[in-house]
């Protein structure tokens, strides 16, 4: 069983920033990719960041340059640095790990980008 929390979101302005969090139980947190998704009401959750155990990192093009994912193993943590913030990131964001042929979720965090 794998647990999952995000934090970090909340309500910023345009060009603002924002730093979630992610931080997960069980000793595989450590060794599997560690995905950031994000959704927004009526369409499907999409892929915004993968980071690896070896550290290397996907983005989505949409977030190319103005995201940056990071992970601390020792601490069983992920984090997400937002920057540029427009509105059209504004989304539920989730991060997720996939093992033994299933995807755990987190509860999700609330961004909002609004002026």
């Known amino acids: 069983q794998v647990q999952l929390v995000e934090s970090g979101g909340g309500l910023v302005q345009p060009g603002g920033s924002l730093r979630l969090s992610c931080v997960g139980s069980?000793?595989?947190?450590?060794?599997?990719?560690i995905d950031w998704y994000r959704q927004t009401p009526g369409k499907q959750r999409d892929l915004v960041a993968t980071?690896?155990?070896?550290?290397?990192?996907n983005y989505a093009d949409s977030v190319k340059g103005r995201f940056t994912i990071s992970r601390d193993n020792a601490k069983n943590t992920v984090h997400l640095q937002m920057n540029s913030l427009k509105p059209e990131d504004t989304a539920v964001y989730y991060c997720?790990?996939?093992?033994?042929?299933?995807?755990?979720w987190g509860q999700g965090t609330q961004v909002t980008v609004s002026s």
């Open positions: 997720s790990i996939y093992t033994n042929y299933h995807r755990y």
């Open positions: 069980g000793s595989i947190f450590g060794i599997k990719p």
């Open positions: 980071i690896t155990s070896g550290g290397s990192i």
